[in-house]
Structures are given as structure tokens and as C-alpha cells.
């Protein structure tokens, strides 16, 4: 069995890594790099809220995805605000029924979390932006959801444990990957219709 936070660790420091060592030197990099360091300094670190115990990096992905979302969500409110809850609950449903039926988890639970999320999310949104954005921000609500009817049956009072950050760590790492992918296969078709047509003419 996984350790709690072993995912997440692991995969944010990759992340800093390639961001601060492979990316050009940007204002986006700076502050992507500085966001994860905050992340991974504040993920042991809870902080009194009401009943709750909430994460230094829940806060702080909180506030990023409130500050993105300010940025991206121009058009289609109602549609975006719809698809952002189904994120949120399918994350709530499936943490209800990992306690009250654990048969159906079949292998690894954060890894079936982080696939069903991420396949939502690329079904539900269309660009890159709004896939990294609204996926946070489906996330973020999700666990703020299951905290409160967590707490208000089993007295759980923790909002961004290690387990939500691993979800959250493998969903946008997995996104990320994805993006790459699609990046890359664009390049190589623009690239081989070039070579192509330069054959042709």
C-alpha cells in the first residue's frame, strides 16, 4: 500500500524541476515554480478554520484557482459552473462509496480517482486553460464538500490531507502528460504536411 503523500511529493518535485530547468525564463515560470514550492512547504502545515484543520497548500491552491479563474472564465458561466460541480461531486461520490462499499475498489484507490477525474475533465473541457483551471477548482470543491459531510458524520475535520493532495498531484500531472502528447502530435502533423507539400511542389 502507498504511503499518504508519496505521490504527491514525488510528483511535484518533478514538476519544479522541469518547470524551473527546462521552461524559458518567463513570469508564467516564476510563478508556476514558486507555487509548487509553497505547495509542497505548506502540505504539512494545517491551519484552524471553524471545526476544521485545513492544509497551508489547500489555501494556496484556493487562492491560485479563485486568481486563474478570474482569469479564464469570461464565457458560458452556466455551463463552466455545471461542469466544475460534476467534477466536484464525482469526487465526493466516490470518496461516500469507498466507505460505505470498499469491494468495487478494485486496484490502488488514488489512481482510480485520478483517472476517472482526469477522464472528466477532458471530456467536460475543451481548452488547455480551462482543463488545468476548472479541474483545480472541481477538485478544490470537491474536497471541501466531502469535508463537511465527513465531518458532520464522523466528526472529520481535515480539508487538504496528503490523500486529497495525491489525487490532486497524479489528476494534473496525468493532465499535463496529456497536454504534451497533444502539443507534440500537433507539431509532427504540421511538420509532415510541410515536408509534403515540399515534395509535392
Known sequence: MAVEGLYFYFLSWVGWIIVTFFFSKSKQRFFVSVLLLLIII??????????????????????TAIILLVIVLKKHLLLHYFSICTVALAYVCFKLFEIYDPVWIIFDRTWMLSI???????????????????LLTGLLMGELLSSFVLHSVFRY????????LDVYALTLSGLSV???????????DGFIQKRVKEKQG
Open 157 to 164: 475535520s481535515i480539508v487538504g490531507s496528503f490523500e486529497f
Open 42 to 63: 505548506g502540505s504539512n502545515t494545517f491551519i484552524p478554520i471553524m471545526e476544521f484543520q485545513v492544509s497551508f497548500s489547500f489555501i494556496v491552491l484556493a487562492l
Open 178 to 188: 496529456w497536454v504534451f502528447f497533444e502539443t507534440v502530435t500537433v507539431y509532427l
Open 116 to 134: 476517472i477525474l482526469l477522464y472528466l475533465g477532458l471530456m467536460l473541457f475543451k481548452t488547455k486553460n480551462e482543463r488545468f483551471v476548472f
